[in-house]
């Protein structure tokens, strides 16, 4: 009796021999099956065209980010050099075709703290990508790498992004995340979709069983061998993508292998978990009796529900338990906390004034008082007053991500995917840590320079001007490291993930039809041929 | 006949309760999108709305001031939801909506909705345009993909033919069933959504609205005449395959593979593609550029020569004697120096993203789902090209209001050391913030070569479907 369906019985002059274990013979068929291989191909075409868009998506970031860092040691080299030709009498600024005499204004004297800290100084604050992001960009491609630090408004500095097209954004990257979450179930499904159903089909069933051959594990069997066809390309290539990025990175060749060897880990522990699942519904697919359109059609809504509709209903909930606050309302909050500051210090300021008519440069109104100087004292006090309105928005987003994270317990793409962007440092938590960080060096700046432009505005015009008095000011570290993946509760979605899986293994090994037993339909045909091994 | 084919395609599709199925899941999917981006856009457009008489009042509201402060202290515009905002939100989630205009800054648009949003939004969202160009498609496969397959399965279809009925009559009654019963579900989810385009339009009459209603009608009826054809176009490729293979599993099995290839991988690949062909400069190395031809154009003007040449053009020797105040000159002279760096750099931005984006409008030949991914865009106004024009217009704006206040601080030079105070008469003659949509025919002259694409798409299949035919005959 045949073991196979007849499309894909060895041909002629090909015949097993009788010694063949059924591995081996499954080995045999699926090398033989020319759609499992044709799709083979595909995943490793795709695969390799992910790695090398995701590699120059990633030579891209650091690529800015050593401009971005370049530029601030040609800013702070440039600022350094007009200061010395300042010292040796130089006062002029090159000249131009339309300015011969170079006359340097006020304002770009970086010898003057309070306009060389207001005007000139700016410090990147950068978060350094992984290499294995390569892999995945999550939320990368549209949460900045770095940003522009001055000691100006904390506003300014954060709300920048690297310019990417919006078009690009809203489809997302077709990354090697994409190919592992939407495009390999697609895979699994085609090259598994006739497990089961073609022998139904062919009322080969009955026979089967008739012959003792324990109908799940074949199954099983045949799916594992095909899901793993699939996946084992695509593992090599990912790996091998990211191990020679490691290799032609900055740095000691040492921590990079081992910072590569450690997200890789994760990644391919992270594969084999969702390949894991999908192999357990294929299981049951196959476990229930139905034929190949109706499994297809099955599958297809089960792929449908998982990756576009459970998604979609994940944001809408989200979105509508805790809504964040429109940023309409954010914009005002904040211009209405400028005016009240701006109406107090102006207060205070006249005040002041009247107080000490004394120390107002003579022939100058209230208006014309130190612009950095008083700018400054301001926006400390409306970033203190406005810090409750950004929370908000961090509050409502974390309460959305709490919702998500219970949906992930019922959506493994979605748990798989927030895994992936943790393990390659693309999700929002890592950025958000990054902000806080950046937030703190943007204070710490602040606080740096603005005693020194106070004394010089203390001192007057009288006072020296020396730009190595303020050159040291605090430069950022840039951000690594990433957050632990046990942190967001991982591990405890991820058993229930595999307890999910294996219910669904047993579900389907343990069908009763597929248990051996003699025919129970005369009329199905036997050929009477002997099972092999 | 086409009566009759189409009744037997019905009655069978219901008797085994795939097409009422169809139709439910249908109809439920582009029920909660449009409830859900009808909701998103009514909060956007409250909000919106209320921040723009906010910042109004507040301008108005800002007292005596030097006008150079005003003009530092800037005025918020924000872009009004695109006209056809429940239908597609398109880019919106991605860009900014909220422009701070103020002295010699043409500042970036902020605040992109996507921030303050979860990862799992980047799966996609649910709006009536995902559910149109990804679900319905799957739909249409799970539907139909057995409506030549199955009835050669079952020998009908020999026996059909055998009777003399013309194969390519009997195909094109297919596809006419499939489209037929897809567009009971769009037809009313059309008319919906150009209603409550209208009905915002009219609702969110503030001091910029998107678009007149009328229009807002027009743009649903086009949205939804892109549906239809994307719906003729799945049914076509359904029911062609359907003809092309001998068994129904066969056909279910390339259906899902071409829908995967169309509808998933290809957008993004093209997209990807787009951005390695068509790269985008970085922020930071076009903010050094920017800053660093904005610095050199300052250190470009001899201060001291522009103050005697103006002391000479009004013929008096002192600077206090001057009728104008030369800092308002020299402020304007400064705008018109940033003015040209500015344009420079944001147009090149723009053109960079059109870059790709034309390239993207070229592989929807290849790709006809990023053909109705941007003509659905375009449509709804929520395209790049809608974005370039909110943001060039915002320029205008901040144009027209630093050219106003400085003017008015030109007119008015500093006495005895004080500066000249203005008052809520200059403030009210800056003008109100209106911005709408230009006209679709203009948007959509922008996308043609996508609208080619579904085109020649269409052409295709057809001509393919009458290749089937004639096999069939020959058979």
Not at chain 1, 383 to 394: D, G, M, S, V
Request: hydrophobic fraction near 50%.
């Amino acid at each position: 009796m045949k073991l196979w369906p007849s499309r894909t019985s060895p041909a002629d002059g090909d015949v097993p021999s009788p010694g063949l274990t059924r591995s081996q013979l499954e080995r045999m068929l699926a090398k033989r099956d020319g759609t499992l291989r044709l799709l083979v191909m595909v995943v490793a075409f795709l695969s390799l065209f992910a790695v090398i868009t995701g590699s120059f998506a990633l030579l891209r970031v650091q690529s800015s980010l050593a401009e971005a860092r370049r530029s601030e040691a040609l800013a702070f080299a440039d600022a350094k050099q007009l200061a010395e030709n300042l010292d040796r009498g130089i006062t002029a600024a090159p000249g131009t075709e339309s300015n011969p005499n170079g006359t340097l204004p006020a304002w770009r004297d970086p010898r003057d703290v309070r306009w060389y800290a207001y005007e000139q100084q700016f410090a990147y604050a950068i978060k350094k990508p992984r290499v294995s992001s390569l892999l995945d960009a999550g939320q990368q491609d549209l949460l900045p790498s770095y940003y522009r630090v001055t000691v100006d408004a904390r506003d300014k500095a954060l709300r920048t992004y690297e310019y990417a097209n919006p078009h690009a954004l809203l489809l997302g990257s077709m990354d090697a995340a994409f190919v592992l979450l939407w495009l390999l179930p697609l895979g699994w499904i085609a090259s598994t979709i006739a497990v089961g159903a073609s022998e139904r089909e062919r009322h080969m069933i009955e026979p089967l069983a008739a012959t003792g051959v324990w109908l799940g594990g074949l199954w099983a069997r045949r799916i594992l061998l095909r899901v793993a066809a699939l996946l084992v390309p695509f593992l090599l290539v990912t790996n091998a993508a990211v191990l020679l990025m490691a290799l032609v990175q900055d740095g000691p060749l040492l921590a990079n292998l081992g910072e590569a060897l450690l997200d890789l880990a994760g990644w391919n522990a992270l594969s084999l978990l969702y390949a894991g699942f999908w192999a357990a519904l294929l299981l049951v697919a196959a476990a229930r009796g139905s034929g190949t359109s109706r499994n297809a059609a099955t599958l297809a809504t089960l792929y449908v529900g998982l990756l576009v509709l459970g998604p979609a209903l994940a944001t809408f909930v989200a979105r509508t338990v805790h809504p964040a606050p429109t940023r309409h309302a954010y914009v005002q909050a904040m211009r209405d906390a400028t005016d009240q500051v701006t109406r107090e210090a102006d207060k205070l300021q006249e005040q002041w004034i009247r107080e000490h008519p004394a120390l107002l440069p003579p022939g100058q109104d209230s208006s014309k008082v130190d612009w950095p100087s008083t700018r400054l004292l301001r926006l400390n006090v409306l970033e203190q007053r406005t810090l409750p309105i950004e929370q908000n928005y961090a509050d409502a987003v974390a309460a959305q991500a709490e919702i998500v994270s219970g949906f992930e317990t019922v959506l493994p793409p979605l748990l798989i995917q927030d895994a992936l962007n943790r393990i390659t440092g693309t999700d929002s938590a890592r950025h958000t840590e990054f902000l806080e960080r950046v937030g703190t060096y943007h204070r710490e700046l602040r606080a740096w320079f603005f005693p020194k432009m106070l004394a010089m505005l203390k001192a007057g015009a009288s006072a020296p001007k020396k730009f190595e008095a303020h050159a040291d000011w605090p430069r950022f570290e840039p951000v690594a490291a990433r957050n632990p993946l046990w942190t967001s509760g991982f591990f405890e979605k991820a058993a229930l993930l595999v307890l999910a899986s294996l219910i669904l293994v047993a579900l389907g090994l343990g069908r009763r039809s597929w248990r051996s037993r003699p025919s129970s339909n005369p009329s199905y045909p036997v050929t009477g041929e002997e099972p092999v091994g | 006949m086409i009566r009759a084919t189409l009744l037997r395609e019905w009655r069978e599709g219901w008797r085994d309760r795939r097409l009422p199925l169809f139709l439910a899941t249908l109809f439920l999917l582009f029920a909660a999108a449009t409830a859900t981006t009808a909701l998103e856009t009514w909060r956007a457009d409250r909000g919106r709305v209320a921040a723009e008489q906010a910042e109004r009042a507040r301008w108005l509201a800002q007292g005596e001031r030097w006008a150079h402060q005003a003009a530092r202290y800037g005025i918020y515009v924000f872009r009004p939801a695109p006209p056809l905002a429940v239908a597609d939100p398109g880019i919106i989630p991605y860009v900014g909506g909220a422009v701070l205009l103020e002295s010699l800054a043409w500042n970036d648009p902020v605040l992109r909705p996507a921030e303050d949003a979860t990862f799992v939004e980047r799966f996609g969202p649910l709006s009536p345009a995902n559910v149109l160009l990804v679900a319905l498609p799957l739909l249409l496969v799970l539907f139909g993909h057995g409506i030549v397959a199955r009835e050669r399965e079952i020998g009908t279809w020999p026996m059909a033919l055998s009777q003399g009925i013309r194969p390519g009559a009997l195909l094109a009654d297919k596809v006419l069933s499939l489209w037929l019963a897809t567009a009971a579900v769009l037809i009313p989810a059309g008319a919906v959504i150009a209603g409550l385009a209208a009905i915002r339009a009219g609702y969110f009459d503030g001091p910029s609205t998107s678009l007149p209603p009328g229009d807002a009608l027009g743009r649903g009826a086009l949205w939804l005449l892109l549906a239809l054809v994307w719906a003729l176009i799945w049914s076509a490729v359904t029911v062609l395959v359907s003809a092309t293979v001998t068994r129904r599993a066969a056909a279910l099995g390339s259906l899902l593979v071409l829908w995967a290839c169309l509808c998933l991988l290809l957008p993004r690949a093209v997209a990807t593609i787009a951005e390695v062909a068509a790269p985008i400069p970085s922020q930071q190395g076009l903010q050094t550029e920017l800053l660093r031809e904005l610095a050199n154009g300052d250190l470009g003007v001899d201060l001291a020569a522009r103050r005697r040449a103006l002391l000479q053009r009004y013929g008096v020797q002192r600077v206090e004697d001057l009728p104008v105040n030369p800092e308002a000159v020299e402020f304007q002279a400064a705008e018109d120096r940033a003015d040209a760096v500015f344009a420079r750099d944001r147009r090149g931005l723009f053109d960079a993203f059109e870059r790709q984006q034309t390239f993207s409008q070229w592989l929807s030949f290849l790709s006809p789902w990023t053909g109705a991914h941007l003509l659905s865009q375009a449509v709804a106004g929520s395209d790049i090209h809608h974005q370039r024009d909110f943001v060039f217009a915002a320029e205008t704006q901040r144009r027209a209001i630093q050219e106003l206040l400085n003017r008015e601080l030109a007119l008015h030079p500093d006495r005895d050391g004080k500066r000249h105070l203005s008052n809520v008469g200059l403030w009210a003659r800056v003008p109100e913030w209106t911005w709408t949509d230009g006209p679709v025919a203009a948007a959509l002259s922008r996308v043609w070569p996508a609208a080619a694409a579904l085109a020649g798409w269409l052409v295709l299949l057809f001509l393919a479907l009458r290749r089937v035919a004639s096999r069939e005959i020959v058979r």
